[in-house]
């Protein structure tokens, strides 16, 4: 008996200073991140909600304008000119009240449209230009014949490779002094304005 009561307490004193501390403090973390995701969700929510709504108000707004826009071209574009049209001319009054069958001035207006917008669109697509492909896709180019490569003089082949000619620049009335350094021997350097002054050169030897 003395035995299994000193087991009991050993066992009630790990549980008290080793156990439950540790377990109370698991659970107040865990209900503390359990919180703080609720939280989280909650105001992810609520800012998702708001800009539905405020984007739902926006559409409304650029919907009432654009109705409002759409109301007011039609009244003075087309329902004024239709109503003045129609009481200065009795033809066209004529026209407004014809129907044969099924058919009234309304189905008239609708193919005319058509009409007009299978012409603009037929000028518009063949107003692009077509690209094709070309026909030598699996030629080879090893840069072997120059004159294959003459961009206005501008190309120049070495082996086979192709690259850009170097060209000087040239001179106009506001060049005072143009010196290429492309010369091969001498001691000066041609000047290419139209002051011509050339340049000596001076070499100094470091030993």
Same mark, same amino acid.
């Given at each position: #008996?003395?035995?299994?009561? @000193? =087991? &009991?307490r050993r066992? /009630?004193?790990?549980?008290?200073i %080793?156990?439950?501390?540790?377990i109370?403090?698991?659970?107040t973390?865990?209900h ?8 989280? @969700?909650?105001?992810? #929510? ?8 405020q984007?739902h108000?926006?559409i409304?707004? =650029?919907? /009432?304008?654009?109705?409002?826009s759409?109301?007011?071209?039609h $009244?003075?574009?087309?329902? @004024?000119p $239709?109503?003045?049209?129609k /009481?200065?001319?009795? &033809?066209?009054?004529?026209?407004h009240? &014809? ?5 009234? $001035?309304g189905?008239? $207006? ?8 299978i012409?603009?669109?037929? =000028?518009?697509?063949n107003s692009?230009? /077509?690209?094709y492909?070309?026909s030598?896709?699996?030629t080879?180019w090893?840069?072997?014949?120059p004159?294959d490569y003459?961009?206005?003089g501008?190309v120049?082949t070495?082996?086979?490779?192709? @690259?850009?000619?170097?060209s ?6 506001n ?6 350094l492309?010369?091969? %021997?001498?001691?000066?350097?041609? %000047? ?6 050339p340049?000596?050169?001076l070499?100094?030897l470091?030993g």
């Open positions: #008996m003395f035995i299994i009561t @000193r =087991i &009991w066992v /009630k004193n790990v549980w008290s %080793d156990i439950r501390p540790v109370l403090k698991t659970l973390k865990s503390l991140l359990f919180k703080t995701v609720l939280y989280l @969700r909650k105001l992810l #929510m609520a800012t998702v909600l708001t800009i539905l709504r984007a108000k926006l409304r707004v =650029i919907a /009432k304008y654009l109705h409002k759409y109301k007011f071209t $009244h003075h574009v087309a329902k @004024r $239709h109503e003045h049209l /009481k200065r001319y009795k &033809w066209y009054d004529r026209w009240s &014809w129907q044969w069958k099924k058919i009234h $001035h189905h008239v $207006h609708w193919a005319i449209a058509a009409s007009f917008a012409f603009i669109g037929t =000028i518009v697509f692009y230009q /077509k690209t492909a070309a030598d896709l699996f080879t090893d840069f072997a014949t004159s003459t961009l206005s501008g120049e070495s082996g086979t490779s192709a @690259r850009l000619k170097a000087n620049y040239a001179s106009d009335a060049t005072s002094a143009l010196y290429h492309d010369e091969s %021997d001498g001691s000066s350097a041609s %000047d290419g304005s139209a002051i011509t002054t340049l000596l050169l070499v100094r470091v």
